[in-house]
């Protein structure tokens, strides 16, 4: 099994900055990753696939980066709406989640 | 604009089965692979299950084989979950979700709402 690892598991940001979050692999993935966004209460959210193709819709904000097994979700100015916990997600080898990253308000 | 509503889920006492549904509209439900994820109360997500789009091919993660068994009926637009042996582990809210495209993506747009699942005596 991949074992997906995101780190930090909670980054405290002010409102404005940047956002940086970071997946790791286990193995090599290629680029065979996804990102959600989930508020509470809600249901996840696609992101970003192919590890940096943005979903319908969403903010040009949100990009998404790497290949192998290092990757990263950067979250250019964290908007209100933003506050939220981000999962990986690796389909190259069944599907495995990343544990995930609380982005908090600073 | 594409939708999926669960529901049947509800408290079970250990052993004791469940079926859960999700009816989707907005899309050709026909044309798409489907799948089960849940996530343990304030716990990460997890993949169950997914089915090819006719129900002929279906994926389970090992701690759910032989338990639970995911199934479609196309003419009704509907996905099931049967759960059977049901344990705490189990507890958890149920998403159904869509596969992104008819083929070629492994990741999941959109998930519906959830249903909670609640294993206890």
């Known amino acids: 099994e991949i074992v997906m690892t995101q780190s930090p598991a909670t980054l405290s940001v002010s409102p404005g900055e940047r956002a940086t979050l970071s997946c790791r692999a286990s193995?090599?993935?290629?680029?065979?990753l996804a990102w959600y966004q989930q508020k509470p209460g809600q249901a996840p959210r696609l992101l970003i696939s192919?590890?940096?193709t943005r979903a319908t819709g969403i903010p040009a904000r949100f990009s998404g980066s790497g290949s192998g097994t290092e990757f990263t979700l950067t979250i250019s100015s964290l908007q209100s709406e933003d506050f939220a916990v981000y999962y990986c997600q690796q389909y190259s080898n069944w599907l495995t989640f990343g544990g995930g990253t609380k982005v908090e308000i600073k | 604009e594409v939708q999926l509503v669960e529901s049947g889920g509800g408290l079970v006492q250990p052993g004791g089965s469940l079926r859960l549904s999700c009816v989707a509209s907005?899309?050709?439900?026909?044309?798409?692979?489907m799948t089960w994820l849940r996530q343990a109360p304030g716990k990460g997500l997890e993949w169950v299950s997914s089915l090819d789009s006719s129900g002929g091919t279906t994926y389970y993660t090992d701690s759910v084989k032989g338990r639970f068994t995911i199934s479609r009926d196309n003419s009704r637009n509907t996905l099931y979950l049967q759960m059977n042996s049901l344990g705490d582990d189990d507890t958890a809210v149920y998403y159904c979700?869509?596969?992104?495209?008819?083929?070629?993506?492994?990741?999941?747009?959109?998930w519906g709402q959830g249903t909670l699942v609640t294993v206890s005596s």
């Open positions: 979700a869509k596969y992104a495209y008819v083929s070629g993506s492994n990741w999941f747009d959109p």
């Open positions: 907005g899309f050709i439900f026909s044309s798409y692979s």
């Open positions: 193995q090599n993935i290629r680029s065979n």
């Open positions: 192919g590890a940096s």
